[in-house]
C-alpha cells in the first residue's frame, strides 16, 4: 500500500508539479496557539527549483493510494532553507491562521470579566470568530506588553486549558475534558499493541504530587494566605507538596491556578510515544485509550502532540500522549512493599 499526498499553494494544487521532487513532508499539531508547524523537503538536484514567496499558504493533505485523502492542516510559509549535498531546498510553515497583529506587544488590564469575553475582544482585535467552552469570572488580567497570543496563552494555563486557532476560530477549551469547543464529545480512539509499529510508555514516580499549595493576598492585613489543594489521585502515603512562587489576588484565582498546576502535574505521571502506519484520526487533545498492553498501563491517555512523517511513498505517524487530568499515580502502587518481589508472574501449575 502507497501513501499519497497533496499540496496546493495559494489555491492552486501544484501536486503534479514536484511529485517527483518531494523528499520529505513533515508536520506537527500540538495545543496551543502557534505551536503546529510543517516541513516540505524538495529535491533541488538540478539547481531549478525557485524560492516560493513568504506568507504563501500551503494545504498538505495525507492518505493512503484508494483510500482518499485526509486534510492534515493549513500553513502559512515563514522560512526557507537551503540544504546539502545533496542539494535540497526546505520549505517552513506555520499556522495560516495567525495574524501578524495578534503578535504584537499590547498593554491593559480586566477586572471581573468573563473569560469568554476577553476570548472575544481578543478575537474580534484579530478577525478571529471566537468559541470559549470555560465559564469562569477571571477577578483580574493584566496585559504588559504581552502579544494576545502570550496574554491568552498564559490565561488559559490559569485555568487548565488550551487556546489555540482554527479555520479562522479562536477556540478555548478545557484540557481532556473529551469534548469540543462547542461542546460535542471527541470520539476517544482505542490502541492495541498489534496497531504500532513501535511503543514506549513510562511512568514516573517522581511526578507524583500529594497536593498543591498557593498563596492569596489579603488585601486587608496585607498578608499572605496559604491554600492547600489534596490531589484525589495522589497514591496512598505521597508526601511532595508542590507550592506556586506567586501569589494571588483572591482565593477564586488561587483555586484556579492550583488545579490547573495540579492537573499539569498529573499530566506529567506517565508519558508514551507511539509510532504505527499513517493515520489522520489522530489530532491534539484528543483522547487514546490503550487496551491489551498491561493493566497498569491499560487505560485513557491524553494526546500531546501528533507527527506525520511522509517520503519515499510510506507515511508514519508518531503520537506523544501525556497521563491525562487524572493522572497515572497509582502506577505501580498497588501492592505493599515486600522484601520478596517476583517480577514474573508463575504459570499455573499442569
Known amino acids: 500500500m502507497q501513501a499519497v499526498f497533496q499540496i496546493v499553494a495559494n489555491g492552486d494544487d501544484i501536486t503534479k508539479v514536484i511529485e517527483d521532487r518531494v523528499l520529505r513532508i513533515h508536520t506537527v499539531d500540538k495545543p496551543g496557539l502557534d505551536s503546529d508547524e510543517?516541513?516540505?523537503?524538495?529535491?533541488?538536484?538540478?539547481?531549478?527549483?525557485?524560492?516560493?514567496?513568504?506568507?504563501?499558504?500551503?494545504?498538505?493533505?495525507?492518505?493512503?493510494?484508494g483510500q482518499g485523502l485526509a486534510l492534515l492542516g493549513e500553513y502559512t510559509i515563514d522560512e526557507i532553507a537551503l540544504k546539502g549535498p545533496p542539494a535540497s531546498v526546505i520549505i517552513r510553515g506555520r499556522p495560516s491562521n495567525m495574524r501578524a497583529g495578534s503578535k504584537t506587544h499590547r498593554y491593559g488590564s480586566r477586572e471581573n470579566a468573563k473569560l469568554a469575553d476577553i476570548v472575544g475582544d481578543i478575537a474580534r482585535r484579530n478577525g478571529w470568530t471566537a468559541a470559549?467552552?470555560?465559564?469562569?469570572?477571571?477577578?483580574?488580567?493584566?496585559?504588559?506588553?504581552?502579544?494576545?497570543?502570550?496574554?491568552?496563552?498564559?490565561?488559559?494555563?490559569?485555568?487548565?486549558?488550551t487556546a489555540t486557532v482554527r479555520a479562522g476560530k479562536l477556540i478555548v477549551a478545557s484540557r481532556g475534558a473529551g469534548t469540543s469547543a462547542s461542546g460535542l464529545p471527541l470520539p476517544s480512539i482505542t490502541l492495541?499493541?498489534?496497531?504500532?509499529?513501535?511503543?514506549?510508555?513510562?511512568?514516573?514516580?517522581?511526578?507524583?504530587f500529594a497536593a498543591v499549595r498557593t498563596r492569596v493576598h489579603d488585601t486587608r492585613t496585607g498578608q499572605k494566605i496559604d491554600l492547600v489543594i489534596p490531589n484525589p489521585d495522589a497514591p496512598k502515603g505521597a508526601t511532595a507538596v508542590h507550592t506556586e512562587r506567586h501569589a494571588f489576588a483572591s482565593h477564586e484565582a488561587a483555586k484556579a491556578a492550583a488545579?490547573?498546576?495540579?492537573?499539569?502535574?498529573?499530566?506529567?505521571?506517565?508519558?508514551?510515544?507511539?509510532?504505527?502506519?499513517?493515520?489522520?484520526?489522530?489530532?491534539?487533545?484528543?483522547?487514546?485509550?490503550?487496551?491489551?498492553?498491561?493493566?497498569?498501563?491499560?487505560?485513557?491517555?491524553?494526546i500531546e502532540s501528533v507527527t506525520h512523517d511522509y517520503a519515499g511513498r510510506s507515511w508514519e505517524t508518531r503520537v506523544e500522549l501525556n497521563a491525562g487530568n487524572n493522572g497515572k499515580t497509582k502506577a505501580g502502587h498497588g501492592k505493599k512493599a515486600t522484601k520478596q518481589i517476583n517480577l514474573v508472574v508463575p504459570s499455573p501449575p499442569r
Open 192 to 208: 492495541t499493541p498489534d496497531m504500532l509499529l513501535e511503543y514506549e510508555i513510562t511512568f514516573a514516580d517522581r511526578a507524583s
Open 38 to 65: 510543517c516541513e516540505i523537503e524538495l529535491d533541488d538536484r538540478d539547481g531549478k527549483i525557485e524560492f516560493p514567496p513568504k506568507g504563501a499558504t500551503l494545504r498538505i493533505s495525507l492518505g493512503w493510494q
Open 259 to 302: 488545579a490547573a498546576r495540579l492537573q499539569k502535574l498529573n499530566h506529567h505521571t506517565a508519558k508514551s510515544t507511539m509510532s504505527m502506519q499513517g493515520r489522520s484520526d489522530f489530532s491534539a487533545e484528543k483522547t487514546v485509550t490503550l487496551k491489551g498492553f498491561k493493566k497498569e498501563a491499560d487505560g485513557d491517555f491524553l
Open 132 to 161: 470559549c467552552a470555560i465559564d469562569v469570572t477571571v477577578p483580574r488580567a493584566d496585559q504588559f506588553g504581552e502579544s494576545d497570543l502570550h496574554f491568552l496563552t498564559r490565561l488559559s494555563r490559569q485555568h487548565g486549558a
